[in-house]
């Protein structure tokens, strides 16, 4: 019963969601991010922070972040902050940055996990953590449907080639630019990735008969800029490097070489292909064509005895009722008859 009441809630409050992405959009830029009540909780006077790894949060887009603490009458209270970044890619991959590695994931938002008092929220373009007493749920998403200007957008591509069944829990992160790079690896420098082109890193350290091995599936916007970069990767001591279709698959082979190229040979790239295909009409039928012509003809037969009857109806009623009037069928001398006496007593034609 409680996850049918669970169910019903969200059920409930998706569509808030969803409405509050559509007038949210347009809302007035500087608005507080965060909302005056958080369910029985009364926010208290909210102030911006300086969030932890501020130049890599910079790096994903970072606009804006803001705390306030939230205390309800019974004496709970809950530490609620907001990231508000440029994008969901920025979004998502501060989440990833932010979240506790052995957290448990929860469903808030896009995603979530919990640890302890403290959870963490991907929601559009908002990374949001609590800490403390924890809210309600349907309050917590309520709270996520009044984040101004949300920017709901799809996933970084690169997330659906990565080897999910083989990467170690906590360990994915999103690169989107040289500071995060030099945090995971720093072996690879800026140059060889070539952030000019704008590519889309994951860095994950992956299971293989060898141990784990760290891995970045690099997404570029085409197979031309990939197929250029990838020959920079191969240059590098210890790393080996692949290239399918618009990805590059570096990995740190320097002690296990074979599990290496095992594990590159598992990102795989599949392009998609969208075919425009129109739904057949009715008129492509044949069969619909000649059934369609039969109903119109025995629609426009019906239509014709109708308007017979009508007007001889019509015509015979008016005879009777108002036999001088235009609509009684003419009687008299507008009668043209011709006279002919079917029993032969009438006058014969002269003989020759």
């Known amino acids: 019963m409680a996850a049918l009441a669970l169910e019903a809630r969200r059920a409930v409050l998706r569509p808030v969601l969803l409405l509050s992405l559509a007038l949210a959009a347009g809302g007035p830029v500087g608005a507080e991010l965060l909302h005056e009540a958080l369910g029985p909780f009364e926010r208290l006077a909210p102030r911006p922070f300086e969030p932890a790894d501020l130049p890599v949060l910079q790096e994903f887009g970072l606009e804006e972040a803001e705390e306030a603490e939230y205390r309800a009458p019974d004496g709970r209270s809950v530490l609620f902050r907001a990231l508000q970044f440029y994008d969901d890619t920025g979004a998502v991959a501060a989440y990833a940055w932010i979240r506790p590695a052995d957290g ?24 949001v953590t609590l800490r403390g ?33 083989a990467l170690v829990p906590g360990t994915g992160r999103l690169v989107l630019g040289p500071v995060s790079l030099e945090r995971l690896a720093p ?51 210890g790393w080996l490097a692949k290239q399918d279709g618009p990805l590059i698959a570096v990995a740190l082979g320097q002690e296990s070489p074979d ?67 235009i609509l009684a069928a003419p009687q008299g001398p507008d009668m043209q008859r011709l006279g002919i006496d079917r029993s032969g007593s009438g006058p014969s034609l002269p003989e020759e």
């Not at 309600?136 to 591509?157: C, I, N």
């Not at 760290?214 to 970069?229: F, K």
């Open 104 to 127: 448990v994931a929860v469903e808030r938002g896009e995603r979530a996990v919990e640890q302890g008092d403290f959870t963490v929220i991907q929601f559009a373009n908002y990374v």
């Open 133 to 165: 007493d924890p809210p309600d749920e349907e309050d917590v998403e309520l709270a996520l449907a009044y984040l101004p200007r949300p920017k709901p957008t799809a996933d970084p591509p690169v997330l659906q080639y990565i080897p999910g069944e």
């Open 187 to 237: 072996e690879l420098t800026p140059s060889v990735v070539g952030f000019h082109f704008s590519p889309e890193g994951y860095y994950g350290e992956f299971s293989t008969e060898a141990g784990e091995i760290p891995m970045i599936v690099w997404s570029y916007p085409s197979n031309p800029i990939a197929r250029g970069q990838v020959e920079a990767f191969q240059q590098i001591d």
């Open 259 to 325: 599990a290496a190229q095992l594990l590159l040979a598992r990102v795989r790239y599949r392009a998609e292909v969208t075919q425009h295909v129109e739904d057949p009409k009715r008129h492509d039928n044949l069969a619909n064509i000649i059934l369609d012509t039969f109903i119109l003809c025995g629609l426009l037969a019906v239509l014709m005895i109708f308007g017979g009857v009508l007007v001889a109806g019509t015509r015979r009623i008016a005879g009777r009722v108002a036999p001088d009037s």
